[in-house]
């Protein structure tokens, strides 16, 4: 059985979005500054697709930017506000220790230019504190800029809450909600947001797309200099049919979100209760305030790696915040942002659904883990080290 | 980063796995911090390795590379798996990416604790360069 699990990285382009892209890729291939008809046809296609995310956000068209992905909306939204508070002697920003790289080594590179960085604890359950946030925020303070859900544990942060805090305050407030839009109801009226960062291939639309969403009255400083396009602020001939392919795959995932949490949500507690009888797991992150296809359970003994090529081999693919994984010194920043020691970091798998996964595939997944688990300890000589030492308690 | 048809054969159906209750010689180097501990077991007859048993925990490297260095040495004179360096075990898996070199390392160390093991329990002089102090492993990481 072939079973894809790691819909967190990457999910499968809908049907809907291939079809509403194949024109653009055809026939209408004119460039949308153009004046001609099939320079207009491709320009009402982007001006379409604008009105669609905006729509999905409650936003102004006006305030639709599109990007090449949630990367470039982060580095964008942060290095931007950053550079515009600069000029107002504002240089603090702060976030949360466990966001992901695109804001972290933006945030990093800051630093280095003389701004100063708070980074909020995340505490075992992986929930950032208001509280925290109230408490952090200074005269000096530029921006607040914390992940929607989480990445890797899926945690769904309080984010209008946090907005609420941030516009008392009078600090501009940036989300990134790479692993939320799409899977979550997002308004950034309602949930007090400024800038917002989305992604097109997590929720089902073409990858190399993005967009950024900039309240009216934030004068981002322009991103590429050229051009008229994304009104003169992103210069460059519009990819049509992206930007077509990521509107209709959000309005296709917002037209079903419902229901398809609700079958997600089922098939994800059940994962989590199944891998769970697995002796010496944990589930890492929050139960309940978590992404509906997001499961992340570090076993002890075994390292992740090795765990998710195993699994490859039975067909299921999956991911792990081992360090052989993240292809550097120490494991996942996230999982010991929530205080896994090291070595059951290494042993982290992270699993996460779509709405077309099955049960029937996640019983397959919970009926393979545990004999490669069990594989994986009886040549562990750390699993033999855990077992002595719970034997001598 | 992708691992070599060799690797993965290793990986996927590892030799000489498991533990000898009555060894000659046991070493084990790497810790749980960096994700990778090898444990290797030697039986030694008339200076011949005759049997090699491993037990690691780690990455599919880490289980490549313990499978193909007691691959290496099983049946050779101790004096010969003392030679056995990491850049041969990564030559006969056909190679291994940069960041994943460090574990062709962890192999040579841990055959070489398993012979000092030995030599040690067996009152055999030797040579102490020929065991260099544990080097943490970190130092043999690459970055990306």
Redesign the interface.
């Known amino acids: 059985m072939q079973v894809y699990a790691d819909n967190a990285a990457t999910t499968k382009l809908s049907k809907t979005a291939l079809d509403a892209m194949m024109p653009y890729l055809t026939d209408i291939y004119g460039n949308a500054s153009s004046l001609y008809r099939i320079g207009q046809e491709a320009h009402h296609g982007v001006q379409a697709a604008r009105e669609k995310i905006a729509k999905a956000l409650n936003a102004q068209t006006s305030e639709i930017y599109f990007t090449s992905g949630g990367s470039e909306a982060d580095n964008w939204a942060i290095k931007g506000v950053a550079e515009l508070m600069a000029k107002k002697g504002k240089k603090h920003i702060i976030t949360s220790s466990f966001e992901h790289h695109a804001v972290l080594h933006t945030v990093k590179r800051l630093e280095e230019q003389g701004f100063e960085i708070t980074y909020l604890p995340v505490y075992e359950n992986g929930i950032v504190h208001v509280q925290d946030v109230r408490d952090a925020i200074r005269e000096d303070t530029a921006l607040v800029t914390i992940m929607y859900a989480n990445n890797e544990i899926g945690t769904i942060q309080p984010i209008p809450e946090i907005g609420a805090v941030c516009h008392e305050k009078g600090v501009l407030f940036h989300t990134d909600a790479v692993q939320a839009a799409g899977h979550v109801p997002l308004d950034v009226k309602a949930q007090n947001i400024d800038l917002l960062s989305m992604s097109a291939h997590k929720f089902h639309g073409p990858k190399g797309i993005g967009a950024l969403y900039c309240k009216q009255g934030v004068r981002l400083p322009n991103l590429i200099e050229g051009g008229a396009q994304e009104r003169g602020r992103r210069a460059g001939t519009e990819s049509v049919y992206a930007m077509v392919g990521m509107a209709a795959a959000l309005e296709e995932s917002c037209a079903h979100m419902e229901e398809n949490a609700a079958k997600m949500r089922k098939l994800r507690d059940r994962l989590i209760d199944g891998l769970l009888k697995i002796e010496a797991s944990h589930l890492n992150g929050d139960r309940q305030n978590r992404l509906p296809g997001n499961v992340n359970v570090s076993f002890e003994?075994?390292?992740g790696?090795?765990l998710l090529?195993y699994l490859d081999?039975k067909g299921v693919s999956a991911s792990s915040g081992?360090?052989?994984?993240s292809?550097?010194?120490d494991?996942s920043h996230v999982l010991l942002a929530i205080g896994l020691?090291?070595?059951i970091a290494?042993g982290s798998l992270r699993l996460s659904l779509c709405e077309s996964n099955t049960e029937e595939e996640v019983d397959y997944i919970i009926a393979c883990v545990p004999e490669i688990i069990e594989r994986?300890r009886s040549?562990?000589?750390?699993?033999?080290r855990i077992q002595k030492e719970r034997g001598n308690q | 980063m992708e691992y070599s048809e060799k690797v993965m054969e290793h990986f996927a159906r590892p030799h000489n796995v498991g533990k000898i209750e009555d060894a000659d010689g046991v070493g084990e180097v790497g810790n749980a911090k960096c994700g990778d501990i090898m444990k290797m077991y030697i039986k030694v007859d008339d200076g011949i390795i005759t049997d090699v048993k491993f037990n690691t925990y780690g990455c599919a490297s880490a289980i490549a590379t313990s499978s193909m260095a007691t691959d290496m040495i099983k049946g050779k004179p101790v004096s010969e798996a003392l030679k056995l360096t990491n850049q041969a075990v990564v030559e006969a898996l056909d190679g291994l990416p940069a960041v994943k070199i460090h574990c062709s390392v962890l192999a040579e160390e841990a055959i070489k604790a398993a012979v000092k093991d030995y030599y040690d329990k067996n009152g055999i002089e030797y040579d102490p360069a020929l065991f260099k102090e544990d080097s943490c492993h970190y130092e043999h990481h690459h970055a990306q």
């Not at chain 1, 040549?379 to 033999?384: D, F, G, Q, R, T």
């Open positions: 003994g075994v390292e790696e090795s090529l081999m081992s360090a052989c994984t292809g550097s010194l494991p020691p090291h070595e290494h994986l040549m562990s000589p750390l699993w033999e």
